[in-house]
């Protein structure tokens, strides 16, 4: 089983180490566009800092973050599972899951970003600022600009299997399963249940909707052998306690009445 994943805004700093090797990422189909991605984000944070925070949406408070992604060539980098960060990645908990759960997350999870494209979370990578949905003077819009690449390289990546998509909008814009692919990838919307006055009501959550994508994604590693089929994907979620509704084909709904599970 594949997982695809979001990165998390905020990132860890690379402490100390190496800086990254582009030829030794994962997915090397992708080297040349993350060349030509990392040249246009140094570029701008090092030529004029002040036009790349307004152009990364970057408060006074982040000005930081524009030096960070000007050294970005020679930054200290560390596995991509320390530097992504955040909600969904706290839920996850990658560094405390036991043996058998960390081999199944290096092998199976893809972390879509707006820099690298996509990398594992064994992949080394410094802490950077590029949303998806930022417009780079040269090369527009990450979402746009990987579409391309994506396409070439990912279709042979996934292989066979059930896909589980925990995509933002912003990155799944950036690569959309062809119709093989399409057909066994299962996507996820997370509900809040509350009952108003003898009423149910369901209401689509943000900062919830991230931690649920992780503690679900943890419980399905920590489990066992990931399933094989989307069928299997749905029945291996409603044994793990989810509450889970198909609201159409590859389209699951996870229910959840407390925000604290």
Not at 40 to 49: F, V
Not at 139 to 156: D, H, K, N, Q, S
Not at 236 to 244: I, M, N, S, T
Request: net charge positive.
């Amino acid at each position: 089983m594949w997982v695809l994943l979001p990165p998390s805004e905020g990132k860890a700093e690379g402490s100390t180490g190496a800086p990254v090797d582009l030829g030794a990422l994962s997915l090397p189909g992708l080297t040349a566009a993350r060349e030509r991605m990392l040249a246009e984000l140094t570029g701008l944070c090092s030529g004029d800092p002040e036009k790349a925070r307004e152009v990364l949406g970057l408060s006074e408070g982040l000005r930081g973050e524009v030096a960070r992604n000007a050294a970005l060539r020679a930054a200290p980098a560390r596995p991509a599972g320390e530097i992504y960060t955040g909600v969904l990645y706290d839920a996850l908990g990658l560094a405390s899951l036991s043996t058998a759960a960390r081999r199944r997350a290096r092998a199976s999870l893809l972390v879509f970003s707006g820099l690298w494209g996509v990398v594992r979370v064994t992949d080394r990578i410094p802490g950077y600022r590029c949303p998806a949905g930022v417009r780079l003077p040269g090369t527009g819009t990450p979402a746009a600009f990987w579409r391309g690449p994506l396409a070439e390289v990912l279709p042979g990546e996934v292989g066979r299997g059930p896909v589980l998509d925990l995509r933002s909008a912003a990155y799944a814009a950036m690569w959309r399963p062809d119709t093989e692919t399409a057909r066994r990838t299962v996507t996820v919307r997370v509900l809040l249940s509350q009952v108003v006055n003898g009423t149910e009501r369901r209401s689509v959550v943000s900062h919830f909707n991230k931690a649920t994508k992780g503690q679900l994604l943890r419980s399905l590693l920590e489990a066992g052998p990931l399933p094989r089929t989307p069928a299997k994907l749905t029945g291996a979620l409603r044994d793990l306690g989810w509450r889970v509704e198909e609201n159409a084909p590859g389209r699951l709904d996870v229910v959840i009445t407390d925000v604290t599970r």
